[in-house]
T-cell receptor, first 114, second 111 residues
Framework: ETGVTQTPRHLVMGMTNKKSLKCEQHLGHNAMYWYKQSAKKPLELMFV???????ENNSVPSRFSPECPNSSHLFLHLHTLQPEDSALYLC?????????????FGDGTRLSIL | EDQVTQSPEALRLQEGESSSLNCSYT??????LFWYRQDPGKGPEFLFTLYSAGEEKEKERLKATLTKKESFLHITAPKPEDSATYLC????????????FGAGTRLFVKA
């Protein structure tokens, strides 16, 4: 398998549930990213990991908790989310954080909060 | 403040009708400008990277150009399969080399 793979593709959860999004990259990249994409808005960077260390956290609410156990896997743990958190969550990877190389994206998880 | 603005928001073309999409940027020190294509229900797919003013890249019916203030994505004789949202992103030297995305241009090509 190649590229960036995200699971699940769709997720519906209540505000009191706890769930996790998973991302796996098979590109040998050292940096991984979580983005939030809402309709007609630019991608919002949430977290950046470089060599499994978090290097950026863009004022994201604590109900989103990232985890990067190794350079190929990235998780986003969700708990007590709000309706405004409904969006497409995209994972991306790049060769290195800070290099001017493009990021490569997965197909996202469509999250709906009831 | 670093900013990326794409125009128009939406563009409707007839098949074969060439046009251009615009990406204007204001950043402190451009390290790279990226174009992506995004189909409904999919993640953005990388198209081009441009690094310096005057640079051009081509792929099939698409050609990307770069100046010191903006980039254009020219679409020559588009086909219905070119319908997608086209995203522009800029990596700046400031802000920890953050990549800033525009809101995209939705392109519709009618047969």
């Amino acid at each position: 398998e190649t590229g960036v793979t995200q699971t699940p593709r769709h997720l519906v959860m209540g505000m009191t549930n706890k769930k996790s999004l998973k991302c796996e990259q098979h590109l040998g990249h050292n940096a991984m990213y979580w983005y939030k994409q809402s309709a007609k808005k630019p991608l919002e960077l949430m977290f950046v990991y470089s060599l499994e260390e978090r290097v950026e956290n863009n004022s994201v609410p604590s109900r989103f908790s990232p985890e990067c156990p190794n350079s190929s896997h990235l998780f986003l743990h969700l708990h007590t989310l709000q309706p405004e958190d409904s969006a497409l969550y995209l994972c991306a990877s790049s060769q290195d954080h800070g290099s001017n190389q493009p990021q490569h994206f997965g197909d996202g998880t469509r999250l709906s909060i009831l | 403040e670093d900013q990326v603005t794409q125009s128009p928001e939406a563009l409707r073309l007839q098949e074969g009708e060439s046009s251009s999409l615009n990406c204007s940027y204001t950043v402190s020190g451009l390290r790279g400008l990226f174009w992506y294509r995004q189909d409904p229900g999919k993640g953005p797919e990388f198209l081009f990277t441009l690094y310096s003013a005057g640079e051009e890249k081509e792929k099939e019916r698409l050609k990307a150009t770069l100046t010191k203030k903006e980039s254009f994505l020219h679409i020559t004789a588009p086909k219905p399969e070119d319908s997608a949202t086209y995203l522009c992103a800029v990596q700046a030297q400031t802000g920890g080399f953050k990549t800033i995305f525009g809101a995209g241009t939705r392109l519709f090509v009618k047969a």
